[in-house]
C-alpha cells in the first residue's frame, strides 16, 4: 500500500481568514514530521496545497479536482479545506488514520439557529456520538477524499444547482452515494473545527440552541422609531403651511 500523498484543495474568494491560514500551517508542519519518519527512499509520503480563486465554489472546486487528475501526480488523496475553518495540527493525521474513502468533519453554520451542516444517517442522535458515524451528506469544509473517488466518478463532481437542486457539496455527497461509497463523519475532531464568521461558531449540543430573536426586535423598534420621525416631520409640515 502506497504512503500517503495529498493534495490539499483550497477553493476561495479574494482572501483567507487568518485563523485558518495559521491552522494550515501548523497542520503542514505537524504532518511533515509525521511523514519524515515514515517515507522511505522507495516510496515518499508528501502534500501538495493548491488553491484557485473565484466567486462560484463549484468552478473553483472542479477546477482544483481537474488540476489535480491532469498533473499526473500520484496522489492518493484529496483534502479540501475551506478558508473559513479552524483545525487542530493533527487534524489531516486523525482523518487518515480512518481508511476511507470519504470521511470528513461536521460543524454549525454560520447563521441563526446554527444547525448542522451535515446530515446524519440516524438522524441528530448521532450529533454529540463519539467516534466514526455514517452521513447522508456531509460539508467539504474540511473532509479527505480518497483520489480514485475523482478518478471514477462522473465530471462535474461539484455542481451549481438550479431550480431547488442540490449544489456543491450535497450534490457530491448524492453523486458519490449513487456510486456505492459510505460518508463518515469523525465526531470527535467535529468538536474540535470552528466555523470563522464575525464570530468563532464551535460545535454544542443541540439543547444549546437558542432561537435567535434580538434581530427581529431591533427590526420592529427602528420601524417604529422611523414611523414617529415620519410622524414628527408630517406635524412640522403642516404647521408651516397652516403658517402660511
Not at 511533515?32 to 468552478?59: H, N, Q, R, W
Not at 473559513?84 to 468533519?105: N, S, T, W
Request: glycine share 8%.
Amino acid at each position: 500500500m502506497s504512503l500517503p500523498k495529498v493534495g490539499i484543495a483550497i477553493p476561495y474568494y479574494r482572501v483567507w481568514e487568518g485563523p485558518m491560514g495559521l491552522s494550515a500551517m501548523a497542520m503542514a508542519m505537524r504532518t511533515a514530521a509525521v511523514f519524515t519518519t515514515i517515507s522511505t527512499p522507495e516510496d515518499k509520503a508528501g502534500m501538495l496545497p493548491i488553491a484557485t480563486s473565484g466567486c462560484y465554489i463549484e468552478d473553483n472546486r472542479n477546477g482544483l479536482v481537474n488540476f489535480f487528475l491532469n498533473s499526473g501526480i500520484p496522489l492518493t488523496h484529496v483534502l479540501w479545506i475551506d478558508t473559513d475553518m479552524q483545525f487542530p495540527e493533527d487534524a489531516l493525521l486523525r482523518l487518515l488514520a480512518h481508511d476511507k474513502d470519504i470521511v470528513g468533519c461536521n460543524y454549525r453554520t454560520r447563521t441563526p439557529p446554527y444547525a448542522c451542516a451535515g446530515i446524519y444517517q440516524n438522524g441528530d442522535i448521532e450529533t454529540m456520538q463519539p467516534g466514526l458515524r455514517r452521513m447522508v451528506q456531509i460539508p467539504t469544509g474540511f473532509l479527505l477524499t480518497k483520489f480514485e473517488v475523482f478518478q471514477k466518478l462522473p465530471f462535474p463532481w461539484f455542481k451549481p444547482g438550479l431550480h431547488n437542486e442540490a449544489r456543491d457539496d450535497v450534490y457530491f455527497c448524492r453523486l458519490a452515494q449513487a456510486h456505492g461509497y459510505e460518508i463518515w463523519c469523525d465526531n470527535d475532531l467535529t468538536k474540535e473545527i470552528i466555523h470563522i464568521d464575525t464570530q468563532q461558531i464551535p460545535w454544542f449540543r443541540p439543547d444549546q440552541i437558542q432561537e435567535v430573536t434580538g434581530s427581529q426586535l431591533n427590526m420592529e423598534r427602528n420601524a417604529a422609531q422611523g414611523k414617529a420621525q415620519a410622524q414628527e416631520v408630517g406635524k412640522l409640515f403642516e404647521g408651516r403651511v397652516a403658517a402660511e
